[in-house]
Each structure stands twice: as C-alpha cells, then as structure tokens.
C-alpha cells in the first residue's frame, strides 16, 4: 500500500475537567496533527497518465485545504472547552477523523491514520481498521 502524510500544527487551549493532577487547569499546546491518507482509485498511478496529479496519491495542497477548512479553521487558536466536554487528545482525534473522512473521501482518498500530538513525545492515534 503507498500512502503520504502531511503533517499540520495548531495552538488551543484547554482544561481537563475530570483530571486530578495540573491538566485539571486552564493551559496550552501547540498540538501536531499528522494526517495519512491512500488513493481510492485503484491502479491510480496508471489511471493519473497526464495532468497535473500525475503519480500522485493526492495534491498535497488539497490535502491542506480539506484539513484547514474542515478541522484547522475551528480548532487552531481556540479554547477546546468551547468545543469538547471533555477535551483529551483521544476524543479530539476520534472527532477530526469523523470531520475529514467524509471530506477525504470526495477528492478520492481514505484516512489511513491520524495521530494527533499534544506533546512532542505523547500522542493519540487512530487508524482505519
């Protein structure tokens, strides 16, 4: 299987109101979100002979223009409590792959995995399958 990843930064607040320990208190991140999507075409790569998509999974521009319209535009410089009950790395991820398959899906790609990083070293995956 070939597949690509791009990979989108933003800044949020937020609070864990369950949490017992600092994450209890208002804070930021500057979260990393990492997006990896296959073609939905089969044999793509022969079926793409000319034009400007030629040999590509997809445009990695129209793979930014789907995430920042549908995920980047409400999440990126906001506070998450706004958004979220309770806003773990978990249930955001579970959310943004809801947002973007459907979106993905019209420009002929299927999420393979998002991970979403509210750290640099801790993150949320999920996968397709």
Do not use: Q
């Not at 800044?11 to 994450?23: D, I």
């Not at 958004?83 to 393979?112: C, G, K, Q």
């Amino acid at each position: 299987m070939l597949s690509v990843v791009k990979t989108f930064k933003f800044h949020a607040a937020h609070f864990l109101p369950n949490h017992e320990g600092l994450c209890r208190n208002l804070h930021g991140h500057t979260y990393k979100l990492k997006v990896e999507v296959r073609s939905a075409l089969p044999n793509y790569l022969e079926k793409k002979d000319s034009g400007p998509e030629m040999g590509m999974v997809v445009d990695f521009s129209i793979l930014k223009k789907v995430v920042e319209e549908n995920v980047l535009r409400e999440l990126d410089h906001s506070n998450l409590n706004n958004i979220y009950t309770n806003p773990t790395a978990e249930n955001m991820v579970s959310d943004i792959w809801a947002r973007l398959e459907h979106s993905l899906y019209s420009v002929n790609v299927f999420l393979v995995s998002l991970e979403l990083y509210e750290t640099e070293s801790s993150c949320a995956r999920k996968t397709n399958g």
